[in-house]
């Protein structure tokens, strides 16, 4: 079936560093979509990217969706301690439920 | 506007015992799904439903059931729990475009 990985696992990182978390898929994906957990909370949705090659910022966040739609990425610049938590990934193949990455877990040390 | 909404949010079950985790949502989605969350797996799909009286099976179904009796209502069965059920149990609804999910608050189900 439909596979999502996601590396690293963990990052930690000091505040005003960039943070980078990859997504590979091991089928092509209709779109994916990424998703904020902080510690204690629920997945929130952060973005969907649709289209190969796309590019997507949110403030200090770029997404980015590869252009055989099979990979992303997150960047985040300058972290910040509020930029705690899990982010996910979650690729979909036509009507196909989402598949959810197992997340990259990222501390901020001030 | 409440969202989705999850009860209860926090049990404790023995091996053996059966009960059900509530999910209601009131922004009127078709869409609604079941996770698990344990450490260093992320999130697992349980059950999904597409609309009222449809519901299929997604990664990990095995020890629970679920129902789709209403747009609003999408319950959560364990029909005999096993330790290996413990978890953190998400319900979550989906919009239309750009089809994002929304998530409840979680349940934290512990079986000794």
């Known amino acids: 079936g439909q596979q999502v990985m996601q590396i690293p696992q963990y990052q930690h990182v000091q505040e005003g560093e960039d943070f980078t978390t990859y997504c590979n898929s091991s089928?092509?994906?209709?779109?994916i979509q990424w998703y904020k957990q902080r510690p204690g909370g629920h997945p929130v949705f952060l973005i969907q990217?649709?289209?190969?090659?796309e590019v997507k910022k949110q403030k200090r966040l770029t997404f980015q969706f590869g252009e055989a739609k099979k990979n992303s990425s997150l960047h985040i610049t300058a972290t910040q301690t509020t930029d705690v938590g899990t982010y996910f990934c979650a690729g979909r193949r036509g009507n196909t439920p989402l598949v959810f990455g197992k997340g990259t877990r990222l501390s901020v040390i001030a | 506007n409440a969202g989705v909404t999850q009860t209860p949010k926090f049990q404790v079950l023995k091996t053996g015992q059966s009960m059900t985790l509530q999910c209601a949502q009131d922004m009127n989605h078709e869409y609604m799904s079941w996770y698990r969350q344990d450490p260093g797996m992320g999130l697992r799909l349980i059950h999904y439903s597409v609309g009222a009286g449809i519901t299929d099976q997604g990664e990990v179904p095995n020890g629970y059931n679920v129902s789709r009796s209403t747009t609003e209502d999408f319950p959560l069965r364990l029909l005999s729990a096993a330790p290996s059920q413990t978890s953190v149990y998400f319900c979550?609804?989906?919009?239309?475009?750009?089809?994002?999910?929304?998530f409840g608050p979680g349940t934290r189900l512990t079986v000794t």
């Open positions: 089928t092509t994906l209709s779109n």
């Open positions: 979550a609804s989906r919009g239309t475009a750009p089809y994002e999910q929304y």
């Open positions: 990217l649709v289209k190969s090659g």
